[in-house]
């Protein structure tokens, strides 16, 4: 098991491509925040993650108040908490407002958008991962507000680029799955750049993905995102990770910010909020399900972590959503 792995398992990930361009320079774009578009690129989605492939020539991505990211052929640049941000290359004096295409994205169309003043060309495809909003307290927490990876560093990345290449430029060929498959290559490049940086990360980062790669803490990770509902020990889990209660707390507590029991029960509660959700099974099943072995223990967690109980949140939740499709959303 990997810990990585195990969490991902547990998620709903979409991908989708939504734009293809050949510009020359100079030329510009600017994008709102994706909490701004979410609504109509991705309708349910909880939380995008936008990204931008350069495939050809070089680019500039940057956030008002970071530096700026310089981009090659190959890489693919992630803004994995949807910040509004620019991608150009050369000056322009007036950047285009991407809202301006909006109408071609939501059409589908993937024809090549072709435009710029002259110079050097650059070609590039953007898109979206969509995940739950839990993914913010796991593999995106702790992720700067903007980083790059070079997906030509081996074969699978190569081939993972390569493959949308292609299907980008055949996307309005006659023969049927071609959008499908576009998706489902956009979900695997989304793995491929978290297992990228998490190999690359120096060694003093914490976060999430620094503890997935630490050989104990990973271990006790993937445990527990593996079988929440077992009725894990802090000496169970030592015992997986193969080193002492006391070590396993500290290197835990050094890269999450919390204990593993603690971040076992926080994980049982986001799992519990997501079954209300999405299902229909009774609170104490619900309880049942993710480690509990009494309804007014699970109660108690549950308002403690998210506010209010069980039945309250799943009601709430459900009259939002009701709200939210009346007002077309």
Known sequence: MDALSEALRSFR??????????????WGFSSKAAS??????????????????VTEGRAT???????????EAGDIVVFPHGDAHELRHGHVAVLTDSAELLPKILSGSLEVERGGGGGEPTKFVC????????????????????????????????????????????????????????????????????CRYMDALPPERIGWLAAARDPMVGKALACIHGAPAR??????????AGTSR????????????????????????????RLLETTDRKVLQVALDVGYESEAAFNRAFKRELGAPPARYRRSVRETMTGLVARGH
């Open 246 to 273: 006391t070590v396993l707390v500290d290197r835990f507590t050094h890269l999450l910010g919390q204990s593993p029991l603690a971040y076992l029960g926080r994980w049982r509660l986001q799992i519990a909020a």
């Open 231 to 240: 009725a894990w020990t802090l000496a169970s889990l030592a015992r997986e």
């Open 61 to 71: 991505a940057s956030i008002a108040g970071h530096g700026n990211v310089e981009l």
């Open 36 to 53: 701004d578009v979410a609504h109509l690129l991705a309708p349910g989605t909880e939380h995008l993650v936008l990204f931008h492939l």
């Open 13 to 26: 990930i979409t991908g989708a491509v939504f734009f293809n361009a050949e510009l020359t320079a100079p």
């Open 127 to 194: 898109g979206y991962f969509g995940c739950e909003r839990y993914a913010e307290r796991l593999f995106l927490a702790g992720l700067p507000p903007v980083f790059k990876v070079d997906v030509r560093g081996d074969a699978a990345g190569a081939w993972l680029e390569t493959s949308i290449r292609h299907l980008v430029s055949e996307v309005e060929s006659p023969r049927a799955g071609r959008r499908a498959l576009l998706s489902k290559l956009s979900e695997a490049l989304f793995i491929e750049v978290l």
